[in-house]
């Protein structure tokens, strides 16, 4: 079935260490996005991506970086310089007007 | 720029019964579309709903229907016979043709009441 699997589920940080949250599907979509949830809130978007080799910052993108090297995947990392990084982390694809479809998320905590 | 407003952040509903989810929306635009997502508790998003603008006919999905007022700007999501499977956050979304992407309110939560 085609889907977009997002991995680890849980995550765990420590103070100064970078991550990364990884993001594949399998939709054939060009745009893929990550947005961040912090709890009983909305979503906020972090980057896209349209095209491979291609992505843009959302309205977050300060202490994350990303890189769209193939069509299928779409890699979130959380650098050390976001100062409060934990969170519940979305990914999406789309084929444009359709909607989006998401991953299941991955919860990250800075320990 | 275009933005979601949901009013709402928290209702709740008797099981079986009907309740109705507001969303407006501001836009410039002729042509859009429109979404409702459900995120329940197992925090995966779930398309519910899609309208575009130019259809006058309000979309619907089985007990899910929407009211949209193009002139208003006015999305609502309407849940009839409400089960308890439908408690979740719902999220109204509007697509940017701009940049290719979602526009999200803020989400209301469903509380349904057995």
């Known amino acids: 079935d085609g889907g977009i699997t997002q991995s680890p589920k849980y995550l765990f940080r420590k103070e100064g260490q970078n991550v990364t949250l990884s993001c594949e599907q399998n939709?054939?979509?060009?745009?893929m996005y990550w947005y961040r949830q912090d709890p009983g809130q909305g979503l906020r978007l972090i980057y896209y991506s349209q095209i491979v080799n291609d992505f843009q910052k959302g309205d977050i993108a300060e202490g994350y970086s990303v890189s769209r090297e193939k069509k299928e995947s779409f890699p979130l990392t959380v650098t050390s310089a976001q100062k409060n990084p934990t969170a519940f982390y979305l990914c999406?694809?789309?084929?444009?007007?359709?909607?989006?479809?998401f991953g299941s998320g991955t919860r990250l905590t800075v320990v | 720029a275009q933005t979601v407003t949901q009013s709402q952040p928290e209702m709740s509903v008797q099981e079986a019964e009907t309740v109705t989810l507001s969303c407006t929306y501001d836009?410039?635009?002729?042509?859009?579309?429109l979404f409702w997502y459900k995120q329940p508790p197992s925090r995966q998003m779930i398309l519910v709903i899609r309208q575009e603008a130019y259809k006058q006919q309000n979309a619907t999905e089985n007990r899910f229907s929407v009211n949209f007022q193009k002139a208003a700007k006015s999305f609502s999501l309407k849940i009839s016979d409400s089960q308890l499977g439908d408690a979740a956050m719902y999220f109204c979304?509007?697509?940017?043709?701009?940049?290719?992407?979602?526009?999200f309110g803020a989400g209301t939560i469903l509380r349904v009441k057995s």
């Open positions: 939709l054939n979509h060009d745009a």
């Open positions: 979304a509007y697509w940017l043709e701009y940049g290719n992407k979602l526009v």
């Open positions: 999406a694809s789309s084929t444009s007007v359709h909607g989006y479809t």
């Open positions: 836009t410039s635009e002729s042509d859009y579309y």
